[in-house]
């Protein structure tokens, strides 16, 4: 009967550790997904909005088709963009690499949006869909 307890209980204990360690890699509560599974989503949701948080020069060099721009390094042009933006719909949302996404996804979430974040951003989406 001990044997079965510690088990239990070190089972929980690594279940906690493994939850916690998810978390704390996605602070922004919203889905973060590799390339091939976010166009899939993106192509499935009939909700998605496609918004690239680049600047207009990176855009200007490539994007995913469809996608609108609204740069995040502008923070006031990027705060009243957002305000344009429809709640019902999920804003799937991707940077160069992913460190500017996961600032937009805040504030999106702060400002009660649904976010889907590309994994790698459009490096990633690049090299999976240009290569």
Excluded at 25 to 41: G, R, S
Excluded at 56 to 80: C, M, R
Aim: net charge negative.
């Amino acid at each position: 009967m001990k044997n079965i307890l510690r088990t239990t209980f070190l089972v929980v204990i690594i279940s906690c550790f493994i939850a916690c360690g998810n978390a704390s890699d996605n602070k922004n509560n919203d889905i973060i997904l590799e390339p091939k599974e976010y166009m899939e989503t993106l192509n499935a949701d009939t909700s998605a909005f496609l918004l690239d948080v680049r600047r207009a020069s990176e855009y200007a060099e490539g994007h995913i088709p469809g996608a609108t721009l609204l740069d995040v390094t502008n923070e006031p042009e990027f705060l009243k963009g957002i305000e344009n933006l429809d709640k019902d719909k999920t804003i799937y949302i991707y940077c160069r690499s992913g460190r500017r996404s996961r600032i937009a996804a805040k504030h999106l979430i702060d400002n009660g949006f649904n976010v889907v974040d590309l994994k790698g951003g459009y490096n990633a989406w690049e090299a999976t869909y240009n290569n």
